[in-house]
């Protein structure tokens, strides 16, 4: 089963992208909600589960950011609260592949992630306790 998609612009304000907008009809299509084997596809899953759950803040990786449109087309055509989003530059390796589980990158150390996190996003930890906390 899929969704039918048309020229209206979907467009939303990222917290660190800025304004996103694509029009589906032209760029994705109509797109899946449910697959073949009768299962829910990711995009209505998220879209039902989120607000279920009533998230207001999605915090996740840019790979993920020209999904987002879909799910808001979701949110509005099943009236539901579309959440604040915040898409993250994705971790790679020195060969450009995404740090994953997929990939068999290893874990974070959980003694200090924080530490780890820094180092992977190249922040100095020194000065910029001011801009994580400020967003």
């Known amino acids: 089963m899929r969704v039918h998609t048309d020229a209206t612009p979907v467009s939303f304000d990222d917290a660190l992208q800025g304004r996103i907008s694509q029009i589906l009809e032209v760029e994705v299509g109509d797109f899946v909600v449910r697959r073949a084997d009768g299962l829910f596809a990711y995009q209505l899953a998220v879209v039902v589960d989120d607000a279920e759950q009533a998230i207001t803040h999605v915090v996740r990786g840019a790979d993920l950011l020209d999904s987002t449109p879909r ?22 390796n020195d060969r450009g592949e995404k740090l994953s589980k997929q990939t068999l990158a290893p874990a974070v150390s959980r003694v200090n992630p924080v530490v780890v996190l820094f180092e992977v996003f190249g922040i100095s930890q020194a000065g910029s306790a001011g801009r994580v906390a400020g967003g």
């Open 71 to 92: 799910q808001i087309y979701l949110q509005k055509l099943l009236n539901l609260p579309a959440p604040a989003y915040l898409h993250l530059p994705v971790a790679v």
